[in-house]
């Protein structure tokens, strides 16, 4: 979206409608900004070393300062102090590009264990029925399995079992 030209004749033009930042991060920004309109580098700073990035020295801070305000660069004049409004740091909260939420080689699985430890298969009829519940099959198993299921008690305190609707009687 944007401005165009409708017909040669007049410009239509559309504002961006960006969603306003939460509540929680208007609080985290008001936190380390000190409850000023802007933060500044320490303020940034703070909020890093809050959430475990001790090892930010001010070359890597300037580098960030500068992504950052990268997307309003356009729009906002550079300022000699590297300040961050409000927006500014809601979008780097949640921009995947400079906060992304897992990075790449973080996360790293063995698999050493056996193919039915990671995937759970429940094949066609799964759910409970008769053959499942009678007194010959162990007790625990199908407890567990009617524990499941969608079950209540009745008026004559009986504990009934429905299991997808299927018109079956109670179990």
Not at 1 to 28: H, Q
Not at 96 to 109: C, E, F, S, T
Request: charged share 25%.
């Amino acid at each position: 979206m944007g401005t165009y030209k409708c017909c040669f004749i007049f410009k239509r033009r559309f504002r961006w409608n960006d969603a306003p930042p939460p509540e929680d991060v208007c609080a985290l920004f008001a936190q380390h900004s000190g409850g000023g309109p802007h933060m500044a580098a320490d303020g940034l700073r703070r909020y890093l070393h809050a959430t475990g990035h001790d090892s930010v020295d001010d070359a890597d801070l300037d580098r960030l300062f500068d992504q950052i305000r990268l997307g309003r660069a356009a729009r906002v004049p550079r300022v000699v102090r590297p300040l961050l409004a409000l927006d500014d740091f809601h979008r780097f909260l949640f921009s995947h590009d400079l906060n992304p939420p897992i990075r790449q080689g973080q996360v790293h699985h063995d698999m050493a264990a056996p193919l039915s430890h990671y995937f759970i298969y429940t094949g066609h009829k799964s759910y409970l029925n008769r053959k499942k519940a009678t007194p010959t099959s162990s007790t625990p198993a199908a407890e567990q399995v009617e524990g499941e299921g969608t079950h209540w008690r009745s008026s004559a305190g009986l504990r009934l079992s429905h299991h997808r609707r299927r018109g079956r009687a109670p179990l």
